[in-house]
């Protein structure tokens, strides 16, 4: 076990992982663990109180987003959620040869639910490459839908460089050739920070999850519109109408609809502060690292506030993050859920970076409880870092195809 030694201050700027949970957001799931942890499908008077308190976060949170509250199905994150979304969309489609369209830079929970359904040989998948900056095209998704386009899925935005995408736009392309196409997007990350109005973005499902706004871990969403055919995944007692079994965590549910319901109510001041920051870290560090470069869109309206990502070369990722951890910054080479290994990100491929450079990624992801101070105290320690580690990196400008630091231009 490692223990942390409370006098070390710890500076966390990895808020795409996942948030600390806020403490309203505690008090108000407490009584869900303490007093009312009945059964919600049992007769007796504590229970009817924990299907009230379902009923209730329902209720606030088909109103905070513009659904229906039969609209909402919990579940227990985003990883579930899409794939329920994928699969049950799939499952409930009566068109033979099915086919899926998604990009190149979605989550592994997509990605990878995808690969399964092609090998499961339940439907054909489109990747759609997506640009320099991560982003896609509307006008691509166009000319890929056919007739038997199923399903479109494309995040709202990445979580390894922020960029956000046009989703009302991608929807009314869509519409525009296939109006039977359903459109899902993943807005775990945007959720928070940009929040979803349902008819504004004109999507059939969304996905989003709790921990990414200071909610609860284990503690998801999936919006289905009414009338969108989806067979469940998970069977057994019925629960969520039928369409996700299991006994609903009263708890989770209850923290889910509050967090969401404080992110809107701090929307406004959350953003300012978290591009404040951002922005501070985007002009600086390339000027302080030499061979350093932004990742992703430097436009406030094209990337998640909070989010700074970077390539630094001619060192790897990995060992920038050890070492900062010691020096007390805890931060992320991208997705949490590769951290570890040493293959470069798909995203960063995926734009075009070339692969040595890719290595040396880097994310610092801001949020409500930091300060201008902590960006200086990061931009103070990092250059000093990268410059003891390339010193022993044998990664070198050698390696890389000539026109590798075109990227280091952004
Ligand atoms: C874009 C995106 N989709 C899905 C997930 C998975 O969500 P969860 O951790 O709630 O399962 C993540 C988590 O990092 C994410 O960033």
Redesign the pocket.
Known sequence: MTIIRDQQKRIYIDHA?TTPPDPVVIDAMLPYFTQYWQNPSSIYVEAQATRKAIDQSRNKIADLIGAQPNEIIFTS????S?TLALRGVIAASQIPDKHIISSAAE?H?ILDTLEQIELENLADVSILQVDRLGKINPSDVKKSIKNNTVLVTI?HAN?EVGTVNDIAKIAHAIREVNPKTLFHT?A??SMAHLGANIRELDVDLLTF?G?KMYGPRGA?CLYVRNGTPLQAQILGGGQEERRRAGTEDTAAIVGLAKALELTIERREADIAHEQKLQNLLLSKLPMSIPFSGATGSLKNTERLPGHASFVIGFVEGESILVALDLAGFAASSG???TTGSIEPSHVLLGMGIPEDLARGSLRFSFGRNNSEKDVHDLLKTLPGIVQKLRSLSPLNNASLPPDWDEWLRN
Not at 77 to 80: A, I, K, N, W
């Open positions: 992982a994150g985003g990883t579930e899409n989550h929970a995040m979580n993943d775990v990350q999850t921990h998801g997705s949490a859920c």
